[in-house]
């Protein structure tokens, strides 16, 4: 990335510039990519994805420190590479390896989680909390409010049923995929901070009562590129509000957090998600989580499997330093991921890296939804 400016200078890289909006059908056909005629943003000519090419990485720890009366280090100082080609000391992103299967491309919700009615035959715009999580299905569309659970049961193994009712490869977002765009950004800006590089985010705004997030696409107008809106709303290439607006549940991570301790271990897994373990196909992620924790990000843990993971171990930092974003791990017991911050949040505690292991999985409220993925 050196001498390279974010935007322009990345578009030829494929993992970046290969990167576009599309229209998926539920079959995983591209009916249409972004500036096409057939293009549509409201649901009729498919749902609107992201569509991501493979890449390869690789991360070399620079500074390591291990973490007092735990297992595993803190990741002080590193170096982050991408490659759209197979190098030696390269991995694949597990982004793209599915049940041992290599995945060329995987698709990306470009707008957070709305809900198609199905007995109705309609996209329920306005957060009708109506949801049948045997029948209707997460979507990804413009101009509808983010799906909450307001009244309705959205806990993360709900949303989990509305995204996989889409059909087979549809999923709920998963670490593995946030960990590859948080990737791709530290990268072509050089930074951890993306509200300064990107924008604020839709935060510090009143509470309110009910689902106060702001309607899907409004940064329809930047296509396949990154910025902001006056309103608030961010995009990463094609990707709306990677943090900010709600909060988003995030499948494939599993947090339990000790009573007495409150040593934090975290499981990851690649498919097969539930709530509440660490029992295969759950594997630990090879470091311990910051305990106890409400705090700038200070350090990120590092293990030789999950060296593509930005889960925090140490909440010494500022807002602007050395990421900007915020940690909460203040609960004991099983915990579910969510991620992002919500339009209620102070301003300096979303972003790409802000993380929340506070809540229970059977957790629901208005403040927090899902988004959907798709892998072919």
């Known amino acids: 990335a050196v001498g390279k400016t974010p935007g322009a200078d990345f578009d030829n890289i494929l993992a970046f510039g290969g990167r576009k909006r599309c229209n998926l059908a539920d079959d995983g056909t591209v009916n249409a990519y972004f500036g096409d005629a057939g293009y549509k943003e409201d649901g009729s000519n498919g749902q609107v994805m992201a569509e991501q090419p493979k890449f ?5 720890p620079l500074q390591l420190e291990s973490i007092t009366n735990g297992i595993g280090y803190h990741l002080r100082k590193a170096r982050y590479y991408v490659s759209d080609v197979s190098k030696p000391g390269f991995k694949i992103h597990p982004a793209f390896v599915r049940n041992g299967v290599v995945k060329d491309k995987i698709y990306l919700s470009a707008y957070e989680g709305s809900i198609y009615d199905e007995s ?5 715009l306005n957060d009708e909390q109506v949801a049948d999580f045997d029948n209707d299905k997460l979507s990804s569309i413009a101009d509808a409010k983010p799906c909450s659970g307001l009244t309705q049961n959205l806990t993360r193994a709900n949303t989990r049923k509305l995204a996989e009712n889409r059909g087979a ?10 960990s590859a765009s948080q ?3 530290v990268i072509e800006y050089a930074s951890f901070n993306t509200q300064a590089n990107i924008g604020s985010g839709v935060a510090g705004r009143p509470s309110g009562e009910g689902n106060e997030a702001d309607i899907t696409g409004l940064t329809t107008h930047l296509g396949n590129t990154s910025g902001s809106v006056e309103a608030g709303s961010v995009s990463y290439r094609g990707e709306e509000n990677f943090w900010g607006n709600i909060w988003e549940y995030v499948d494939g991570l599993n947090v339990y957090a000790d009573p007495s301790t409150r040593k934090t271990d975290a499981y990851w897994a690649v498919e097969d998600f539930s709530d509440d373990t660490g029992s295969a196909p759950y594997k630990h992620v090879g470091f311990n989580l910051a305990p106890n924790a409400d705090g700038y990000i200070s350090a990120f843990g590092w293990s030789e499997e999950c060296d593509f993971l930005f889960l925090p171990t140490e909440v010494l930092g500022s807002s602007n330093l050395p990421v900007g974003d915020r940690f909460f791990n203040t609960q004991t017991g099983w915990r579910a991921a969510r991620f992002g911050g919500y339009w209620g949040s102070f301003s300096a505690y979303v972003g790409a890296f802000c993380w929340s292991m506070t809540i ?3 957790y629901s409220n208005r403040t927090v939804g899902g988004r959907l993925v798709y892998i072919p």
């Open 183 to 185: 990737m791709l950004m």
């Open 360 to 362: 229970a999985s059977d």
């Open 56 to 60: 390869y990485y690789k991360v070399v």
């Open 169 to 178: 490869g549809w999923q709920q977002k998963d670490v593995l995929c946030a």
């Open 120 to 124: 109705a035959g309609t996209y329920l």
